[in-house]
């Protein structure tokens, strides 16, 4: 109930004194809190040497354990790398050969023109020959670069008219001879191969008494596989050690029939193909059948001449 008039406040309860403090040197809490603060610094101590040996053990094992920044760095990249890719400029294909294509007809152009305006300053050289001419260097390292470039062209439109298919006649010809030039394929043995068939050639002119113009036109018409072929056929090192029989006669008629240009004989296999009839060894049957087979060989290669010369007329 709500009291009108005067209010008196409460009496407030007195305080005690404080007590008087201690003097120093007997004040037991001093030791107590030294003993506090020993242990404190001892258990830290502890923890930051236990604290170091981590980090020695884990550096070890990885050197870069603590670079955060590293880290962060890469996860950046590798979220930023796309976009980077994105914005870069993106070229055409072939947009390279564009501009080398368009860098030559630019230097066309300035040939071109160069070219005109020394038509028309030839018109007043006479008019200014005792005067003396000055030329940059640059101009002259211009002039030597243009004229290397001349001839690289040049040397570039001969090589592709060389290789135009359209205007090469003997195709088969052709294919053979790149495989004698390529080296895969034994292009050392076949150039040997050449120079043995060319002696072959001549010594079978002398022989036959052919003209210098039938000779090389035989020789352009055959085809460097079909030397290969008649080198294999008329190796001297096949003739001397084999039986000459019925069988070997037969199987010679046959291979000179197959193979006309296979004709054309050894000299050396001649000669070794004449050495037994003249001392027949002892395990030839009958030296009529070789003279039978070298009668036949020289029907076939008179029959395969006047072919060769009806086609040449």
Known sequence: MNKYGLNLRPAKPKKQPPRPSIALGFNEDDDNDVEKEIAIQASKSKSL????????????????????????????????????????ERKP???QNLIQKAKEREQYRE??????????????????????KYVTEAYRRKLAEREKQMELERIRELQEEREDVT???????????????NVAFGAKDAQGRKRDNRAENRVLEKREGMSPDASNQHQDGNTDEEQHSLAKTSSPE??????????????NLSNISASPLAMRPNPDASAEEKSPVEQPPASQPNPEHHKRSQDAVAAAKERFLARKRAKQQ
Do not use: C, W
């Open 238 to 251: 096949e003739s001397p050690g084999k039986k000459i029989g019925d069988q070997g006669e037969t199987s």
């Open 93 to 95: 294909k072939y947009i």
């Open 167 to 181: 205007k090469k006649k003997d195709f088969l010809l052709d294919f053979y001879t790149n495989l004698d030039k």
């Open 49 to 88: 040497k236990e604290v170091e040996e981590q980090q020695r053990k884990a550096l070890e094992e990885d050197p870069t354990i603590f670079d955060y920044d590293g880290v962060y760095d890469k996860m950046k990249e590798k979220v930023a790398r796309p976009l980077i890719q994105d914005r870069e």
């Open 111 to 132: 040939i071109v023109y160069e070219k005109k305006i020394a038509k028309e300053r030839s018109k007043d050289d006479h008019l200014f020959a005792d005067k003396d």
